[in-house]
């Protein structure tokens, strides 16, 4: 990455910066506002794993950025950057995600540090289950006090070692399994959270071209039909949101940048294919389909509508920021934008849908699946049938109607199927990722187009979340 070292703050002093800049627009009692900006607690733990003929010891860190709401909530990345500062700044951003998108948690964030594709799946077993096993002995995993998921680097096979340790460590605790959420649906999990956050980028996207006021605000108008999108990082949240961005809402994917170049086709790349060759071939070299572009991180000043970000931090930063086109740029990563590109593309006018938002369709379906754990029942068990039953009523009775009116009227040929069939889990799974996200955006532009003093998302978006935390302590008589 090629940052001016000198201005450019860390992350952390960014959402720093970020959370001052909000909190200088609200009349917080100071020690209020130094009370929900700093991280409460931070645990380094180092342990041995037995490797290879060889003890090898790894670092990880548990953060637990605010306790206001328990149990607090967030990822476990698996990275060879990972370390304090960043894992603290990470779980500043999940105390305000979870305040924005009213989960009930706090905010926390885990972070192991290694590359997990130098080593076997089975040591990577051994080495997760040792890492769960020194965080739940001291709390930082369990049900009802700190709940991770994945993240960067960590996906269901993680979680479903993780919930299993727990519960050889608890073989009491009928809330085992609530103890950590992104589980393989095999293992408690629930359908739909692998496309969780990939799915909430969309659903965020279409609630801002919702909004004609705030299209307005980027200089673009139309829906998402025909707008050209380029994405970084074709990982679960990148393809995801690339894959239904295209087939359910028309947009075109014209970039998509890798670890090892970038593909370009201002004619629209398959993301599918692009996914399947990167799963061959490790990377995006090679793909025939589309120009490729060594210094990948050029294509994120491509000429494109919407620029998605969702690999990692401080890509965009001081030394790109000028030249990013994109009138759009929707974070599906976490922090993506440094705070210095942050002042630079506020004052280009480009809108910037902020990642505490953009990227929190993920631990909105954990929260859905924490509940379905603790309350031991899939959604909809219950009432499908009954629902169906209902709808049979109408269905008969329109059928009676269609008969009477013979040719003036006449049922549409699938109605009768699709209205009968009641709603399976996933389908309420992504009914309220939408429905929360919808409202959390409307609140967020609300605050955005009535206030002069607020002048882009992020800052009402902080506003939002700040003002709910502090809520939170003040019924604590904090
Ligand atoms: N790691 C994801 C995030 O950053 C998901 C967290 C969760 O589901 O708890 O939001």
Known sequence: MNMTAAKEPSFRES??????????????PPGLEEKIRVCNATYTVRFGVRLRGQIQTFTGYRSVHSEHMEPVKGGIRYATGVNQ???EALAALM???CALVETPFGGSKGGLKIDPRQYEEYELEMITRRFAY???????INPSQNVPAPDMGTGEREMAWIADQYARMNTTDINARACVTGKPPHAGGIAGRVEATGRGVQYALREFFRHPQDVARSGMQGTLDGKKVVVQGLGNVGYHAAKFLNAEDGASIVGIIERDGALVDD???????????IGRHGGVRGYADGTYVEDGATVLEHDCDILIPAAMEGVINLSNAHRIKAPLIIEAANG???????DVLREKGTVIIPDMYANAGGVTVSYFEWVKNLSHIRFGRMGRRQEEARHQLIVDELAKLDQHLGDAWTMSPDFKDKYLRGADELELVRSGLDDTMRIAYQACS?????????NDLRTASYLVAIDRVATSYRAKGL
């Open 85 to 87: 500062d960043e894992v």
């Open 15 to 28: 959402v720093d910066l970020m959370f001052n800049r909000a909190v200088a627009l609200m009349d917080l």
């Open 267 to 277: 004619k629209g790349l398959d993301v599918e294919a692009v996914r399947n060759w």
């Open 446 to 454: 609300e605050v955005w187009n009535s206030r002069d003093d607020v």
């Open 134 to 140: 020194e965080l739940a002995k001291r709390d930082l």
């Open 336 to 342: 993506p934008v440094t705070a210095g590109a942050d």
């Open 95 to 97: 105390t305000y995600k």
